[in-house]
């Protein structure tokens, strides 16, 4: 079973960039997609990007593209979100999940196992 750890939340102002980060413990990780969601106060969780066991191929929701980055290092077994131009409407609390399969998902329900989240505060 692999464990994720998420860190670097915090609070910023608008136009800020924060990096998060999803250290994965197993040698699983590597051979697994893995995503980046989140969640609102009183709103749904959902999907901001995801990425492919190699990396070669990522996912963005519209809301994020041209502003967020996710890779992943398979040798650090590290996943990460680079947020850029950060906007009030992107506070939430972060989660990264990983999947079995080496293929990404935009469905929430494709991905088994969840990290326990950190809070990102965008204010204006």
């Known amino acids: 079973q692999v464990r994720l750890v998420e860190s670097g939340g915090g609070s910023v102002q608008a136009g800020d960039s924060l990096r998060l980060s999803c250290a994965a413990s197993?040698?699983?990780?590597?051979?697994?997609?893995m995503g980046w969601f989140r969640q609102a106060p009183g709103k749904d969780r959902e999907v901001v990007a995801a990425i492919s066991y190699s990396g070669g191929s990522t996912y963005y929701d519209d809301s994020v593209k041209g502003r967020f980055t996710i890779s992943r290092d398979n040798a650090k077994n590290t996943v990460y979100l680079q947020m850029t131009i950060l906007k009030p409407e992107d506070t939430a609390v972060y989660y990264c999940?990983?999947?079995?399969?080496?293929?990404?998902?935009?469905?929430?329900?494709?991905?088994?196992?969840w990290g326990q989240g950190t809070q990102v505060t965008v204010s204006s």
């Open positions: 197993g040698s699983a990780f590597r051979t697994n997609a």
């Open positions: 999940a990983g999947r079995t399969s080496g293929y990404y998902s935009s469905s929430l329900n494709a991905y088994s196992y």
